[in-house]
């Protein structure tokens, strides 16, 4: 099962919107509506920011937003700040009983 | 609130064997899929191992298949993995993480692997 793909990286500046696209097959991102994001910083573990595509956990700001077109599904992040600085990774099922993530993407606040 | 502690990690010679160990707490255990999550340094997140709820299924990805082992006990609330055989490129940071994969929604702190002579 091959990792889905995602830019290496992104910026914007305080205040600004930016999107992280990730990019699968029919047989993962295009096939299923279970898409997730991940945001990590340094040194601590995952944490879940959208689910099944467009899901916000309780407690995620609701300026983080998912969607999907086709094989590529989206991450945006509206209204940067500091504190989302962070790596970004997606996930999908894969379609075999198996969970297949991307490569994953730095974000950095300008 | 719920928590996943893993334990275990370490250096390990290829060829070798490592248990690791996730206690789970704040949560009923046995009514969730739990799974390992690795990290190669540097690197992306790796699925590793799936294990349902009374462990009726058990799935794992091509690059682990054959060598490691996942397990559980609800009578403890603990997850296992036994590493078997390892080689150098398993060597990550191993996260235990509660869910059915969409999403995993909590996650520990992970242990270090690190597989090397």
């Known amino acids: 099962q091959s990792a889905l793909t995602q830019p290496p990286s992104a910026s914007g500046s305080p205040g600004q919107s930016v999107t992280i696209s990730c990019t699968g097959t029919?047989?993962?991102?295009?096939?299923?509506?279970?898409v997730s994001w991940y945001q990590q910083h340094p040194g601590k573990a995952p944490k879940v920011m959208i689910y099944e595509v467009s899901k916000r956990p309780s407690g995620v700001p609701d300026r983080f937003s998912g969607s999907k077109s086709g094989n590529t599904a989206s991450l945006t992040v509206s209204g940067l700040q500091a504190e989302d600085e962070a790596d970004y990774y997606c996930?999908?099922?894969?379609?075999?009983?198996?969970?297949?993530f991307g490569g994953g993407t730095k974000l950095t606040v300008l | 609130e719920v928590q996943l502690v893993e334990s275990g990690g370490g250096l390990v010679k290829p060829g070798g064997s490592l248990r690791l160990s996730c206690a789970a707490s704040g949560f009923t255990f046995s009514t969730y899929s739990m799974n390992w999550v690795r990290q190669a340094p540097g690197k992306g997140l790796e699925w590793v191992s799936s294990?349902?709820?009374?462990?009726?299924?058990?799935y794992y990805a091509d690059s682990v298949k054959g060598r490691f082992t996942i397990s559980r006990d609800d009578a403890k609330n603990s997850l296992y993995l036994q590493l078997s055989s390892p080689r150098a490129e398993d060597t990550a940071v191993y996260y235990c993480?509660?869910?059915?994969?969409?999403?995993?929604?909590?996650w520990g702190q992970g242990t270090l692997v690190t597989v090397s002579s």
């Open positions: 993480a509660r869910g059915n994969g969409s999403p995993f929604d909590y």
């Open positions: 029919s047989s993962d991102v295009g096939g299923y509506n279970y």
């Open positions: 294990v349902s709820s009374s462990s009726s299924y058990i």
């Open positions: 996930s999908s099922y894969g379609g075999s009983n198996n969970v297949v």
